[in-house]
Structure formats: structure tokens, C-alpha cells
């Protein structure tokens, strides 16, 4: 009864946020996907497998427009880099638990399953759906298959014709609750997206920017509330659009390091220093300015991992009074997942 009548709280102060005419979206449950749509028209799809993951694709944000790289779901997309296979969309995944890697794809590489739809509302001023994956060990290791974390995971969508809102919350948990899970030092992850290709921070009018003022590639490897991505997009006659993604206060780790890259790669990392710093392993974090310690982190068995992000496809550029705004907004909202 509490977490519904939190629920209930939350979506007034998200539509608040919008300041526009209220839009009315729904859900459609597919053999392999969830489509979210917005007054009829396709927002995103939750896909239940794309490679070896769940991942959110297309994303469409203001004026309709595609707000993520078409490859690799579509290879026929025009002007398109064919690099990196594994950036699909919107997703989360890490690349060294346990001595194995679920960020790339291809032999010796792990796979999130989905399981199930646990809830998925039908329709609102905003929606909301819950499903379980499954992290399993490589088809072709010595445990072959084995489940190695249970993931729950909460998507809200929101939004109207200026902005998009995607809030996505999870937790991972032991598969052997008797077991310890140990997350690698590596920059090869987390909470990712591949932003359009006209939107990159190396072509020109692609910007990012973070909550400490860093920009382009300075923004890489930095602690930050948020990061804004922006840029023009396919066919928005050179218009700029942006991506925001915002890391909420109490999110594992949420001071972690992005890893932003201005080739379009957009993620935040909450486990990787040494590959951001020299491969400095063995000096103390606080020597480093750095918010927790090298060297990855051990979750104990019973323990979870619990992570909330907020993801705002908008118009125009942000500028920090912007960001923090909506950080502020956002920071406010309950976890819903226990």
C-alpha cells in the first residue's frame, strides 16, 4: 500500500516538471517487447533480447525525433559508424563480474536474460513496468548458463512533446544468496546509451557538458550529478536536442566516474577508477580526490546492489542552472524497488 501510494505521489510532481499539455501514454505487450506509446504514436520499445541483453530501442524524444544510434538493430541506417555492436540503445550492463564480461558480446561473453513481466501498467499520464533478468555465465565456460546475479528492474516512461522522461531502477542480487559477487575495476560499463551519430562531441554541434562544468572530453572520468549530451539530430533540420541522464543521490555509488565519450558512447560507471587514472591501482583514493577505493568492489553475500537513473530527452541545450533544477526535482523521488 505505502510504495502505490508513493507511486501515486510521484507522477503529479513528474507531469509538473513537463510543463506542457498533459500527454496520455500506453502499453502494448508483444511476443518480444513492450511498445510504450505516447498518444498513439511509439515512444520506445523495452526489447526483451537484443544481442545479449534487454535493451530500450528506438527512443523517440521531442518533435518525434530518434534520439539514439540505429545499429547495430538497424544496419541499414545511413550514416551511420558500425563500431562497437554492443551499444544498443539504452541499456545496463558491466564488463568484469566475477572474471567475466557482460559489456561486450561474442564468445566467452555473458548474457542478461529476461524472465519475466512482473507488473506493467496499462495506461497514465505516465507508465511504468517491472520485469527479473537473469545475469548468466557464458554459454560456452565451465558453468555454462549458471545464473550469477538476480536483477529486478523498474522502467518509467513520462514526458509530451518537448521531453521524454525514462526513469529506469534496479537492484542486482546474488544468485547464491550464500555466495559473494565481486564487480571489477574496468570502465567498460554501466548505465549506457548510444546517442544519434550527428550528435557526437567530435562532429560539429555535438556538446557534452556535466554538473561541474566539464565539457567534451573533459567531462570523461569525472564524478557528476548529471551529464547533457546535445547536438543535432537525423532530420531535424539542424536543430539541438539534447540527452540528459541524472544519477539519483542515494543510487549505488552515484559519485562514480562517467564514462562519456565524445564518439557517443554515454554511460556512468559506479565501479571503475583505474582505467580513468593510469592504471593507478595501488594509490589511496583519497590521495586521488576519488569517491571510493580502486580495485572493484565485493558484494557480500545477502547483500544488493540498488541503482536509479533518470534519463531526459529534450530540446535545446542545458546549461548548469537547468541541470541542477532537475537533479533537484528528481533527487526528491522515492526508490520504489525493495
Not at 498513439?40 to 537484443?50: A, D, E, Q, R, W
Not at 557464458?138 to 549458471?146: E, I, T
Amino acid at each position: 500500500m505505502l510504495r502505490t501510494f508513493s507511486l501515486l505521489l510521484w507522477i503529479p510532481i513528474l507531469i509538473a516538471n513537463l510543463g506542457v499539455t498533459q500527454a496520455q501514454f500506453t502499453t502494448a505487450q508483444q511476443s518480444d517487447r513492450i511498445d510504450v506509446l505516447r498518444d498513439g504514436k511509439l515512444v520506445t520499445s523495452y526489447l526483451f533480447n537484443s544481442g545479449t541483453k534487454p535493451v530500450l530501442w528506438p527512443i523517440h524524444g521531442p518533435d518525434g525525433h530518434k534520439m539514439t544510434r540505429s545499429y547495430p538493430m538497424d544496419a541499414t541506417a545511413p550514416n551511420e559508424a558500425q563500431d562497437h555492436p554492443h551499444h544498443r540503445g539504452l541499456w545496463m550492463t558491466f564488463g568484469e563480474v566475477d572474471n567475466n564480461d557482460w559489456w561486450a558480446e561474442g564468445k566467452g561473453k555473458g548474457n542478461v536474460v529476461h524472465q519475466k513481466i512482473v507488473a506493467c501498467d496499462s495506461q497514465g499520464p505516465a507508465v511504468s513496468w517491472t520485469v527479473e533478468h537473469q545475469w548468466r555465465l557464458p554459454a560456452d565456460g565451465n558453468s555454462a548458463g549458471k545464473a550469477l546475479l538476480n536483477e529486478t528492474a523498474r522502467y518509467s516512461v513520462g514526458g509530451n512533446a518537448d521531453k521524454t522522461i525514462i526513469d529506469c531502477e534496479t537492484i542486482w542480487r546474488s544468485a547464491d544468496p550464500t555466495a559473494k559477487v565481486h564487480f571489477g575495476d574496468t570502465k567498460e560499463g554501466m548505465f549506457a546509451i548510444r546517442v544519434p551519430e550527428t550528435m557526437r562531441g567530435d562532429k560539429p554541434g555535438g556538446q557534452i557538458l556535466n554538473s561541474q562544468g566539464d565539457k567534451q572530453g573533459d567531462a570523461w572520468g569525472k564524478t557528476a550529478k548529471w551529464v547533457d549530451y546535445s547536438g543535432p539530430v537525423p532530420n531535424g533540420n539542424d536543430k539541438l536536442y539534447g540527452i540528459a541522464i541524472l544519477v539519483h543521490p542515494k543510487s549505488f555509488h552515484a559519485d562514480g566516474l562517467w564514462h562519456v565519450r565524445t564518439y557517443g558512447l554515454f554511460a556512468h560507471n559506479a565501479f571503475g577508477i583505474k582505467d580513468f587514472l593510469g592504471n593507478r591501482t595501488k594509490t589511496k583514493s583519497a590521495e586521488l580526490d576519488l569517491p571510493y577505493p580502486a580495485g572493484g568492489y565485493e558484494l557480500a553475500p545477502g547483500e544488493s546492489l540498488h541503482f536509479m537513473y533518470r534519463v531526459v530527452f529534450h530540446k535545446e541545450r542545458w546549461d548548469i542552472k537547468t541541470g541542477d533544477e532537475h537533479w533537484s526535482e528528481f533527487s526528491q523521488q522515492p526508490m520504489m524497488l525493495k
